[in-house]
C-alpha cells in the first residue's frame, strides 16, 4: 500500500525500528496508517468506513501525508476547517550527490569559541540539548537507545548546545535527518557545519544521510551540502480534531 510513498520514515516503521501501524483487518486489509512521531501516513482505500476512523486516530500534533488525491480530499472533507495544507520537499536519496572533500570544507568554518561533538550520554541529558528540539532523540524509546541505534552531533558554546544534527528516525540503510539552531545562533553557518558532521559519519559508516525538506531554508541548506531537489508534495498539519 505503501510503495508510491518516497519516505525513509515509512520504511523505518515496515522495516521495524520505530513507529506504530494500524488496519482495518490483519489477515486483509484494504487501509492502513503508519504514525512514527508526529509524522502520519495513509495509503489504501480511502472511500471505506474505516479510513474515516483511522483519520481521527491521531497524535495531538500531526503532519499528513498520502499520496492520492482520493486521501488528500478525505482528509479535506473530514478535517474541515482544522487543517492546514503545505509543501515539504524531497530530495534524491543518491549517496554520489554528496562529495566528501566539499562537505568537509563546509566544516572548516567553525568559529572560534565553538565546539563539535558527537552526542553521547552527556549532551543528550543537556537541558539546552532537548530544549532545541525534543525531536532530536523522541522516536527512540530513550536516550541509551538513541545512543546505541541512532547517531548525532552537537555544537557547544560556553557548554550550551547551540545547534545540532541527528537522526530523527532510523532504517536499514540510513537515517532522516533532524537539525536545529538556537534562534540567537542561527546565520552563523552552524546547521552547515553541524549537517556536515552528521552527513560524514553516515557516510563512512554505510549509511545514507536523507534529507527531507520543511521550508525553503531547510532546501537551501541541503542544496549547499549537496543534495538535489525531487520534487515539492503536500503535507497537512491537523491542529485539532473534531
Known amino acids: ?38 509524522f502520519v501516513f495513509y495509503a489504501g482505500d480511502s472511500s471505506t468506513k474505516e479510513a474515516e476512523e483511522l483519520l481521527y ?12 488525491d482520493e486521501w488528500k ?16 520537499y524531497s530530495f534524491e536519496k543518491n549517496p554520489e550527490h554528496l562529495n ?13 569559541g565553538y565546539e563539535i561533538r558527537k552526542v553521547d550520554n ?6 539546552s540539548f532537548k530544549e532545541l528540539s525534543e525531536d532530536f532523540v523522541s522516536q527512540f524509546e530513550s536516550i541509551d537507545d538513541f545512543i546505541k541505534r541512532g547517531v548525532g552531533y552537537a555544537i557547544l558554546h560556553d557548554g550550551e548546545v547551540v545547534a545540532a544534527a541527528t537522526s530523527f528516525s532510523v532504517y536499514d540503510d540510513g537515517i532522516e535527518i533532524e537539525i536545529a539552531t538556537h534562534p540567537e545562533y542561527r546565520r552563523k553557518g552552524l546547521a552547515t557545519i553541524v549537517g556536515s558532521a552528521l552527513i560524514l559519519d553516515c557516510l563512512d559508516s554505510g549509511k545514507y544521510p536523507s534529507w527531507d525538506g520543511a521550508n525553503s531554508e531547510s532546501v537551501e541548506l541541503a542544496k549547499k551540502l549537496g543534495y538535489e ?7 497537512y498539519f491537523i491542529n485539532h480534531i473534531k
Not at 57 to 67: M, Q, S
Not at 100 to 112: A, G
Not at 122 to 127: M, Q, W
Open 1 to 38: 500500500m505503501f510503495e508510491n510513498i518516497d519516505s525513509t520514515i515509512v520504511l523505518s516503521y515496515l522495516q521495524g525500528h520505530m513507529g506504530t501501524a494500524w488496519v482495518d483487518d490483519l489477515e486483509n486489509p484494504v487501509v492502513a496508517q503508519i504514525t512514527v512521531g508526529i
Open 57 to 68: 486516530n491521531l497524535p495531538e500534533f500531526t503532519l499528513a501525508i498520502v499520496d492520492s
Open 73 to 88: 480530499d478525505r482528509i479535506e472533507t473530514v478535517h474541515n476547517g482544522a487543517i492546514e495544507k503545505f509543501q515539504r
Open 100 to 112: 566528501r572533500l566539499h562537505i568537509r570544507n563546509l566544516m572548516s568554518s567553525l568559529p572560534e
Open 122 to 127: 552527556n549532551i543528550a541529558f543537556t537541558p
Open 229 to 235: 531537489f525531487k520534487e515539492s508534495y503536500d503535507t
